[in-house]
């Protein structure tokens, strides 16, 4: 006769997000700027084209 009993039951803590480590996201900054660098000359490597001048 006990299965109508409502067992009250604290909440579990929810988890906590893992943050990135600083050095990694310095890193993953850098790789990103190097390969946008690196696709923009190939881009106009090419391409053939000029960069733009004024």
């Known amino acids: 006769?006990?299965?109508?009993?409502?067992?009250?039951?604290?909440?579990?803590?929810?988890?906590?997000?893992?943050?990135?480590?600083?050095?990694l996201r310095r890193l993953l900054t850098l790789l990103a700027l190097v390969a946008v660098l690196a696709a923009v000359w190939a881009y106009f490597y090419l391409s053939g084209s000029e960069a733009p001048t004024r």
């Open 1 to 23: 006769m006990s299965d109508n009993v409502i067992k009250f039951q604290r909440p579990k803590p929810p988890k906590q997000l893992r943050h990135m480590p600083l050095w």
